[in-house]
């Protein structure tokens, strides 16, 4: 009887809660019908109450799902699964070999063709790529060893955790560290890795407080025995006449102090370096910074023709070789970034493939070719990409997404908030627990080994000994009729290479 009274009496009680959660259903469901029909800012939901709003829950979760359940090995942007999967096994340091064929179709437009010799370079007569003298005419040049190295990305735009990954990654693997533009910390120093210190046009790290370049500042970084050169950012792929944007939510006490800036508010570079007017005020400028810090200076730019900078190599040829810049990176427009207008980043400034051949072209036609070391950079980030920038006339490629991935990046393009949820970008502590900067390091050094022992089987298989040999006449371009062309008859070579002479 008690039983039956208390089991009728629970049966009321869930079907009164079930009653009244249809009721609570039905009255949210009113709510966001009328809520829908009386805005004006969504025509979808004003003309379709209520259904409408699935199109944003699915657009976004389209985000999150397409790269797993639809999108095929060679098909998302920036980077593709394949080439995800190449630097995440790289990484691991597993074996990267891949079976029964290529999934890449070879026959679309601007697909490298390395030209393989009937007689490949044997394993014994392999080279090393020997160093190379950055900034001869410096009072401590720079032997860098390594030909692939870390692209400028900046400590705020990446976390603490990513900046020490980086750090003692790069010294496991003997290559460099750009710091990108927001200064130096003591975490690009943790790990005992060779510097170049990015000067932004906001100067972050070596400005006095009215934001002019501080020639004390300057000696104080250069004492930095870590600290092998300096590069001026004229300008990034991503956002050529556009200078750095860091969103107040990633300007954390500590980024705030370095920068020389408040906490939480936008970081903005100013467009570019308001002292530099012309082609003259570059060369000073470079010049001034070797001079006080001793050590070599070159410039980062993005180029959209190489008008300018063939002037400015007639100029350094008039006032004499020393005064040339010690290295100029090449940046391809279709770069990456922490943060970026659209515009910039899809329309303004030439991929590498066409920049950095018009750049090279320029560096030999005046002659300079063995003063002014060329570094190449955007997008390449897998052997073959890196192999054909040293074809093109590259003595060093770097990278910045490379490392991103090898950090464990997923490309959720998060970059501009502070909600990566791989910890790299972010400086939510939660968020950054999940990246382990010693196993992280380790990665990033497996990453640099097999990117360079990738660009070796391909300059090997060329019949060069080593990257730095590999010319035009190396590789084919696959043009809109089907068929190849060798680069050096797409793009003669002007003047004579002697990179590695
Ligand atoms: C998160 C992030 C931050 C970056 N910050 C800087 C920077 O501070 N200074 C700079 O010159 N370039 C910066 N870059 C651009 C890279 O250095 C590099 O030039 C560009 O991404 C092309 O290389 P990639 O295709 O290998 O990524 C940044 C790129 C990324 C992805």
Redesign the pocket.
């Known amino acids: 009887m008690f039983v039956e009274i208390f089991t009728m009496s629970g049966l009321g009680i869930l079907s009164t809660v079930f009653v009244f959660a249809i009721g609570l259903f039905l009255l949210a469901l009113v709510i966001m019908f009328v809520i829908d029909v009386t805005q004006t800012h969504d025509a979808v939901r004003r003309n379709y109450p209520v259904i409408g709003r699935f199109r944003k829950v699915f657009t976004t979760l389209g985000e999150f799902f397409r790269q797993y359940f639809f999108a095929m090995d060679r098909e998302e942007m920036p980077f593709n699964r394949a080439e995800r999967d190449w630097i995440e096994k790289s990484a691991d340091g597993v074996s990267n070999m891949t079976a029964f064929g290529s999934t890449r179709n070879l026959n679309s437009v601007g697909t490298p063709i390395f030209v393989n010799d009937p007689f490949p370079t044997l394993d014994e007569d392999a080279l090393n790529p020997p160093p190379v003298t950055i900034g001869p005419n410096a009072r401590t040049p720079y032997e860098a060893e390594s030909i692939i190295n870390v ?4 400590y705020g ?2 976390s603490k955790p990513a900046v020490r990954a980086l750090s003692k990654g790069a010294k496991m693997a003997g290559c460099w560290l750009n710091t ?3 200064g130096l910390s003591p975490h690009h120093l943790e790990g005992g890795c060779d510097i170049v210190f ?1 000067i ?1 046009t906001a100067k972050y790290g070596v400005r006095d407080v009215d934001g002019n370049l501080s020639d004390e500042k300057l000696r104080e970084a250069a004492a930095h025995e870590q600290v092998r050169m300096f590069e001026l ?1 004229l300008s ?3 956002k050529p006449g556009k200078g ?1 944007i860091l969103p107040g939510d990633k300007v954390s006490a500590e980024i705030a102090t370095i920068r020389g800036i408040k906490v939480g508010e936008d970081s903005i570079s100013p467009n570019r370096h308001v002292e530099l007017k012309c082609i003259g005020d570059i060369l000073d400028m470079v010049g001034h910074i070797r001079e006080v810090t001793g050590k070599p200076c070159g410039f ?1 730019t993005v180029v959209g023709d190489s008008g300018w900078l063939d002037e400015m190599f007639a100029e350094v040829n008039r006032r004499g070789i020393e005064s040339a810049p010690d290295f100029i990176a090449i ?2 427009g279709d ?4 943060a970026a207008p659209m515009p910039l980043m899809d329309n303004v400034g030439l991929p590498l493939r066409e920049a950095l051949v018009m750049a090279a072209d320029s560096r030999d036609k005046h002659c300079l070719s063995k003063r002014i070391r060329l570094i190449a ?5 897998t052997p073959a990409e890196a192999a054909w920038a040293f074809c093109a006339g590259a003595d060093f490629v770097v ?4 490392f ?1 991935f090898a950090l464990g990046c997923i490309q959720s393009l998060k ?1 501009n908030k502070n909600t990566c949820p791989t910890g790299i ?1 972010t400086h939510d502590r939660r968020l950054q627990r999940g990246l382990d900067v010693e196993e992280k390091s380790v990665r990033v050094k497996n990453f640099v080994e097999k990117l360079r022992y990738g660009v070796g089987l391909i300059s090997h298989s060329c019949g060069v000994p080593e990257p730095r040999l590999l010319r035009r006449h190396h590789v084919r371009m696959v043009q809109d009729t089907g068929r190849s062309i060798l680069l050096s008859d797409m793009c003669r070579p002007v003047g004579e290479d002697t990179r590695a002479a």
């Open positions: 692209s400028g990305m900046s735009a990446l990108g533009e927001g990015q932004g950012k990034q792929g991503a750095g980062k940046d391809g770069g990456g970034t922490g950079s955007g997008k390449l980030l990278t910045a997404r490379g991103m970059c970008t």
